[in-house]
C-alpha cells in the first residue's frame, strides 16, 4: 500500500516540476514578446498559479522522502533509538501543523468559491489557486502518517 501510495505522491510531484517548468515558460514568453512591442496578457495569474501548484503538489512527496531540510551531521551524532524517537517527535509535530494548515486552507477555498473570487488579471477562478494548495496539504497529512507508520515499523529513521 506504501508503495502504491508513494508513485501517486512521485506523480503529483512530477506534475509539480511540469508546473514549475510553465511557470518559466510563461515568463520567457512574456520577456520575448515584450522585445517586439506586446506582453503576455495575464502573466502573473498564470506564473502564480503555476508556482502554487507547483510547491503543493511536490509537498506530500517531500514530506514522504524526508527532502527536507534537516540537519544530518547532528542527527548522525545520536543513538539509533534516539533518532527514531527524535524522528518521531518531529513527525507528530509536523503532522498537527499540517492538519491544521489543512483545515485552514480548506476553509479558505470555501470562502473563495462561495464568494466567486476572481484573479485581478484574468478573472480566473481563485478556485484554480487554492484548490492545489488545499489538496496538496491534505496529501501532506496522508504521506506525514505513512512517514510515521515507516517510522514505527523501522524503515525510515
Known amino acids: 500500500m506504501t508503495k502504491f ?3 501517486i505522491f512521485q506523480g503529483l510531484a512530477v506534475l509539480g516540476a511540469v508546473s514549475f517548468g510553465l511557470a518559466a515558460l510563461v515568463t520567457v514568453v512574456d520577456i520575448l514578446l515584450r522585445i517586439k512591442g506586446v506582453g503576455l496578457p495575464g502573466v502573473v495569474d498564470y506564473v502564480q498559479l503555476f508556482i502554487i501548484a507547483g510547491a503543493f503538489l511536490a509537498m506530500p512527496y517531500t514530506f514522504l522522502e524526508q527532502g527536507h531540510v534537516r540537519v544530518e551531521l547532528l542527527l548522525e551524532m545520536l543513538s539509533k533509538p534516539v533518532r527514531k524517537t527524535l524522528a518521531f517527535a ?12 489543512t483545515v485552514y486552507n480548506f476553509a479558505g477555498l470555501q470562502r473563495v468559491i462561495e464568494g466567486n473570487d476572481i484573479s485581478q488579471n484574468l478573472g480566473l477562478p481563485m478556485a484554480y489557486f487554492w484548490g492545489p494548495v488545499v489538496l496538496g496539504l491534505g496529501l501532506s497529512v496522508v504521506a506525514v502518517l505513512v512517514l510515521l507508520f515507516e517510522i514505527l515499523t523501522g524503515k525510515k529513521v
Open 5 to 7: 501510495i508513494h508513485n
Open 90 to 101: 518531529v513527525c507528530l509535530l509536523v503532522l498537527g501543523i499540517v492538519v491544521a494548515l
